[in-house]
């Protein structure tokens, strides 16, 4: 049986993973009946509700999330996973254990954070991921994608597909 892919938007709250992840998933459902879903905020009410906002409880909850992922990708699901998964030791699990993992990292200036801030969590500032709390950049994504507003979400996830040889022609066989 052949694995199903693993896409990983990762980046920090507000640069657009679940908006750009959502948008490629969807393209790709609509190809492919076996591609699913998991995005950070809608995951932590399913299984991650036990834990709290600690580092340690933050890398149980992205590896919970990832042997999810390669459990499905092992059976022939793709897995499109939008999370902040601050943690490079999480990132390098993913590339040594799972077989087809693509990392799409989702940059954006501290200024485009603010702006946006959609869930108000730079104004208040506390236990957040690249304000008081550390972020490990990821260092070997597959894609870095600028996400300053200068691209449409439409716009990026064609180039998306295009880079990783999802094009309408490719993905009907």
Same mark, same amino acid.
Request: charged fraction near 30%.
């Given at each position: 049986?052949?694995?199903?892919?693993?896409?990983?938007?990762?980046?920090?709250?507000?640069?657009?993973?679940?908006?750009?992840?959502?948008?490629?998933?969807?393209?790709?459902?609509?190809?492919?009946?076996?591609? +699913?879903?998991?995005?950070?905020? $809608?995951? @932590?009410?399913?299984? =991650?509700?036990?834990?709290?906002?600690?580092?340690?409880?933050? #890398?149980?909850?992205?590896?919970?999330?990832?042997?999810?992922?390669?459990?499905?990708?092992?059976?022939?699901?793709?897995?499109?996973?939008?999370?902040?998964?601050?943690?490079?030791?999480?990132?390098?699990?993913?590339?040594?254990?799972?077989?087809?993992?693509?990392?799409?990292?989702?940059? +954006?200036?501290?200024?485009?954070? $603010?702006? @946006?801030?959609?869930? =108000?969590?730079?104004?208040?500032?506390?236990?957040?991921?690249? #304000?008081?709390?550390?972020?490990?950049?990821?260092?070997?994504?597959?894609?870095?994608?600028?996400?300053?507003?200068?691209?449409?979400?439409?716009?990026?996830?064609?180039?998306?597909?295009?880079?990783?040889?999802?094009?309408?022609?490719?993905?009907?066989?």
């Amino acid at each position: 049986m052949e694995k199903g892919t693993v896409y990983f938007f990762t980046g920090l709250s507000g640069a657009g993973k679940t908006t750009l992840g959502g948008l490629f998933h969807r393209r790709l459902k609509s190809r492919k009946p076996n591609v +699913v879903l998991l995005d950070g905020d $809608l995951i @932590r009410p399913v299984y =991650n509700e036990d834990i709290g906002y600690g580092d340690e409880d933050r #890398v149980k909850g992205a590896s919970r999330t990832f042997r999810v992922a390669k459990m499905l990708s092992d059976q022939g699901i793709d897995v499109v996973v939008c999370s902040i998964c601050m943690y490079g030791q999480v990132r390098r699990w993913n590339r040594e254990n799972i077989e087809n993992y693509k990392e799409i990292y989702i940059k +954006v200036t501290r200024e485009t954070l $603010l702006a @946006r801030n959609q869930k =108000n969590l730079y104004t208040a500032g506390k236990n957040v991921v690249g #304000v008081d709390l550390p972020f490990d950049e990821p260092r070997a994504s597959d894609m870095i994608i600028s996400n300053d507003g200068s691209e449409t979400p439409e716009a990026i996830v064609s180039r998306l597909e295009a880079s990783f040889g999802l094009t309408e022609r490719e993905a009907a066989v």
